[in-house]
């Protein structure tokens, strides 16, 4: 029991933690021009990097909330209602 304890905890150890990854400067830059020419703005702090772009959370635009999702050049890929 000993020994089988040990080596979950060993294969825990070695496993790495998966978090989002946070934007650069010069991302959220790009990211907030492109909102505020869509009439939105969004706290920085909601933007995660994702493999194949940005996710956008909450947000606030004229006509309403959203989750945006980019891709890795600035592009809307889907624009979700909340």
Known sequence: MTRFVLILAALAAATPVLAD?????PEIEKIVALLDGMQCEM???????????????DVFCADGQYDIELSKDFEVV???KE
């Open 21 to 25: 990854e946070a934007p650069s400067g």
């Open 43 to 57: 706290d920085p702090d909601d933007i995660e990097v994702e493999a194949d772009g940005y996710e956008l959370d």
């Open 78 to 80: 889907e624009k979700r």
